[in-house]
């Protein structure tokens, strides 16, 4: 058996015993949803070279559209998570169809103001309850398994989140993936070589949406609302951060990133009151408030001392480990 599939056993294995050893199954299901957030934007950024600032915009609409298709129309649940999804391809297609022609600053800057167009629409939309969001969200039941049973919802998110980055994984190893890493590396040899270079960033920008949307959609089931947080343009920084600080390029990267971030937003307060209990400086009560500044110096540390993310500097080393070894007498 591949090692590296057998190591993806082996962590999946782990992941779902997490509960059983005190894991509290809300968290490690918004863990889940925000790698498979970054796993996608990866395939856009680290191995097409698209810099995307509005990839949000798929994030909250695939929320709002399955928690509307859940509450207001009566979907079922897997139905609900299919139109969220689906509706996140579309306007992935548009963004794509509207930016793919530029590049650099520019897509991204694009990107940008067509992401911000869409909040404010969130914002003043009667369907999505402005600031308030869409609350109340059923969760029902998929394949016979109640929903509203967090440990039976843990599961199903985790077969989304295995089988999400199963398809970035085939994508990235396909004759497809390969083209997408030349674009990144000299795309006008591409052109030269005949690739038409628009289609396959049009196709892998589609892809990233779609897949942002089916993390989007799950996460409206686990937190049984879609609010104006997962359109903003603070979600679209956020999820760069994330791949970022992993190591963009790299398939678990996004993951380790995805962690980090969410660990330190969630976690960061009750560090901060052990610390003022362990030293008696009450500084350290209001360090849950300062969650941005901590992660703001994390990723500069990150980009001083890991400028290829801690998974790219983990594998850079262990190439130079063994290049030394064959090149030693």
Same mark, same amino acid.
């Given at each position: 058996?591949?090692?590296?599939l057998?190591?993806?056993?082996?962590?999946?294995?782990?992941?779902?015993?997490?509960?059983?050893?005190?894991?509290?199954p809300?968290?490690?299901?918004?863990?889940?949803?925000?790698?498979?957030?970054?796993?996608?934007?990866?395939?856009?950024?680290?191995?097409?070279?698209? *810099?995307?600032f509005?990839?949000?915009?798929?994030?909250?609409?695939?929320?709002?559209?399955?928690?509307?298709?859940?509450?207001?129309?009566?979907?079922?649940?897997?139905g609900g998570?299919v139109?969220g999804?689906?509706?996140?391809?579309?306007?992935?297609?548009?963004?794509?169809? +509207?930016?793919?022609?530029?590049s650099g600053?520019?897509?991204?800057?694009?990107t940008?103001?067509?992401?911000?167009?869409?909040?404010?629409?969130? *914002?003043?939309?009667?369907?999505?309850?402005?600031?308030?969001? +869409?609350?109340g969200?059923?969760?029902?039941?998929?394949?016979?398994?109640?929903?509203?049973? !967090?440990?039976?919802?843990?599961?199903?998110?985790?077969?989304?989140?295995?089988?999400?980055?199963?398809?970035?994984?085939r994508?990235?190893h396909?004759?497809?993936?390969q083209?997408?890493?030349a674009?990144r590396e000299?795309?006008?040899?591409?052109?030269?070589?005949?690739?038409n270079? !628009?289609?396959?960033?049009l196709?892998?920008f589609?892809?990233?949406a779609t897949?942002?949307g089916?993390?989007g959609?799950?996460k409206s089931?686990?937190?049984v609302?879609?609010?104006?947080s997962?359109?903003?343009?603070?979600?679209s920084?956020?999820?760069?951060?994330?791949t970022?600080?992993?190591?963009?390029?790299?398939?678990t990267?996004p993951?380790i990133?995805?962690?980090?971030v969410?660990?330190?937003?969630?976690k960061?307060?009750?560090?901060?009151?052990f610390l003022?209990?362990?030293?008696?400086?009450e500084?350290?009560?209001?360090?849950?408030?300062?969650?941005?500044?901590?992660?703001?110096?994390?990723?500069i540390?990150?980009?001083m001392?890991?400028?290829?993310?801690?998974v790219?500097?983990?594998?850079?080393?262990?190439?130079?480990?063994?290049?030394?070894?064959?090149?030693a007498?």
């Open positions: 058996m591949n090692r590296q057998l190591a993806y056993i082996i962590l999946a294995i782990i992941v779902a015993f997490l509960p059983a050893v005190g894991g509290y809300i968290f490690l299901m918004k863990v889940m949803c925000y790698a498979l957030f970054a796993c996608a934007f990866n395939l856009l950024l680290g191995y097409t070279g698209l *810099l995307s509005g990839h949000a915009a798929f994030l909250g609409l695939a929320a709002y559209a399955c928690g509307q298709s859940l509450t207001v129309w009566g979907f079922p649940t897997f998570l139109f999804t689906a509706a996140a391809a579309l306007l992935g297609l548009i963004f794509g169809l +509207l930016s793919i022609r530029r600053i520019y897509f991204a800057m694009i940008l103001a067509l992401s911000q167009m869409l909040f404010f629409y969130f *914002l003043q939309a009667p369907f999505t309850g402005g600031e308030d969001g +869409l609350q969200i059923p969760r029902g039941s998929i394949l016979g398994l109640d929903l509203s049973e !967090d440990i039976n919802l843990y599961y199903v998110v985790m077969a989304i989140f295995i089988i999400g980055y199963a398809i970035i994984w994508a990235v396909s004759p497809f993936g083209a997408l890493k674009i000299n795309e006008p040899r591409m052109v030269s070589l005949g690739y270079v !628009d289609r396959f960033k196709l892998a589609v892809l990233s897949l942002a089916l993390a959609a799950t089931l686990v937190f609302s879609a609010t104006l997962d359109a903003t343009w603070h979600m920084g956020t999820v760069v951060l994330m970022l600080i992993g190591g963009m390029g790299t398939l990267g993951v990133g995805a962690i980090i969410v660990a330190l937003e969630n960061v307060g009750e560090f901060g009151r003022m209990q362990q030293t008696g400086i500084w350290f009560r209001v360090l849950g408030e300062s969650v941005t500044i901590v992660i703001g110096l994390i990723f540390i990150c980009v001392a890991f400028r290829r993310g801690i790219g500097e983990w594998l850079h080393y262990w190439r130079m480990r063994g290049n030394r070894q064959q090149t007498p």
